[in-house]
């Protein structure tokens, strides 16, 4: 029955199509079934809940947008994430796969790997290579856009993310499948030294946080990631190849984000008007340099421990 109803959506337009379309989905566990990107929710949800990343907003609603408007994409999105514990790119990861699928981060075709749990053992690492390249190429091949974040890439076994070249390249097909419609996230706190001291720089001269422009730090950051030996990317061919759509920098938070990062989550509990409970929070962080205490060094990972504290 699937194979017909696959038939007949082929030569299918119009209300007949989305008839089919939803009969076709509701016996089939296709990926396209519950592929259905809402890049203006998207959009929304990083510009209303992610706090002081202006440069992540803008790169992560505009690449995204312009690849899912691309219905043949020359290669897949493939955007590194860096920055500092607690500025977001977790989050934004999480966005990324609740916006993408209807089932959101509980789909099946949303992939995450953690280093310390999927690759714990450095002497493995030729093993780990030839099961991450199986378990790629089997997951783009039941779904073309298929979505894999990597988190905590600092941690990563040296030299086994470059298994992923072949899928990431602009190749039309690599082993048999075409896979130039996927989605590679990578997230690592590597290369935070340089953005810090950007945005420090920019603080003493007077400058206001959004004249930061991504100019500003491309560059810097991909030569610092490239040659970190804990970045997870340290001379891999990855980046040798220009194969990262872009990198992503996330500034560090002053004490003014961690203080909206309190306030959004004691509204989620219903109770916005603590403002007591929010300075408290904002006053017990710890920040950094010595001189000037701008940055939290935990940014706002800490905050839902801390408000249970104070309230």
Sequence with gaps: MLAVLSV????????????????????????????????RDLEWDLYKNVFGQHLAQDIVSEEVARFLLNKSPDQPLVLSFHGSTGTGKTLVSTML??????SAMSSPFVHQFVPTLHFPSAE?????????????KGNLTGCARSVFIFDEMEKMPPGLIDVLEPFLGPSHVVFRTNYRKAIYIFISTAGQEVITQVVLENRQAGQERDEIKLS??????????????????????????????????????????????????????????????????????IYTPTEGRYFST??????????????
């Design 124 to 136: 493995r690492v030729n093993q780990y290579r030839e099961e991450l390249k199986s378990w790629v």
């Design 298 to 311: 935990t940014g706002c990972k800490t905050v839902s421990a801390k408000i249970s504290v104070f309230l």
């Design 216 to 285: 500003h730090l491309q560059e810097a950051l991909a030569h610092e990631v490239y040659n970190n030996k804990t970045s997870g990317l340290f001379q891999s061919s990855i980046i040798q190849q220009k194969l990262i759509t872009r990198f992503v920098p996330f500034l560090p938070l002053t004490r003014t984000h961690v203080e909206r990062c309190v306030h959004s989550q004691l509204c989620q509990r219903g109770i916005c008007n603590r403002s007591d409970v929010v300075e408290a929070v904002g006053g017990d962080m």
């Design 97 to 102: 796969g609740n916006h993408l699928y209807g």
């Design 8 to 39: 007949l959506l082929l030569f299918s337009s119009g209300p007949v199509c989305c008839v089919l379309q939803n009969l076709y989905c509701a016996f089939s566990d296709s990926c396209d079934c519950d592929f259905k990107p809402r890049v």
